[in-house]
Nanobody, 129 residues
Framework: DVQLQASGGGLVQAGGSLRLSCAASGFKFVDYDIGWFRQASGKEREGVSS????????AYAESVKGRFAISRDNAKKMVYLQMNNLKPEDTAAYFCAKTKSRRTLTSPLTMRAADFDSWGKGTLVTVSS
């Protein structure tokens, strides 16, 4: 049973911080890139950040670059998303997922939702102004 479960969401004031966690199980964690996605009410799901198998490479949406930081702990099978200087427009349900296919060493990281699977239920982040 492949599972990636996001947690750590909550209510925070603009300018504040939250750290989201993603617990993975049921697959060889180290073989897959992991992504964070979010979906605001009435909006399409969008990629926020992704991290390579080793954790040495990461990618970010322009809207969060410089504010969010993704990391992973392969020993613990965990991925984290540190979110700083939160803005009301960050309000959304946040999901983590794994890539459907193993990325080749020369391929770029992806944040396309269609490239990921094993979606969990997500965790809600609400940023008040």
């Amino acid at each position: 049973d492949v599972q990636l479960q996001a947690s750590g969401g909550g209510l925070v004031q603009a300018g504040g911080s939250l750290r989201l966690s993603c617990a993975a199980s049921g697959f060889k964690f180290v073989d897959y890139d992991i992504g964070w996605f979010r979906q605001a009410s009435g909006k399409e799901r969008e990629g926020v950040s992704s991290i390579s198998r080793s954790g040495r490479m990461s990618a970010y949406a322009e809207s969060v670059k410089g504010r969010f930081a993704i990391s992973r702990d392969n020993a613990k099978k965990m991925v984290y998303l540190q979110m700083n200087n939160l803005k009301p427009e960050d309000t959304a349900a946040y999901f983590c997922a794994k890539t459907k296919s193993r990325r080749t060493l020369t391929s770029p990281l992806t944040m396309r939702a269609a490239d990921f699977d094993s979606w969990g239920k997500g965790t809600l982040v609400t940023v008040s102004s």
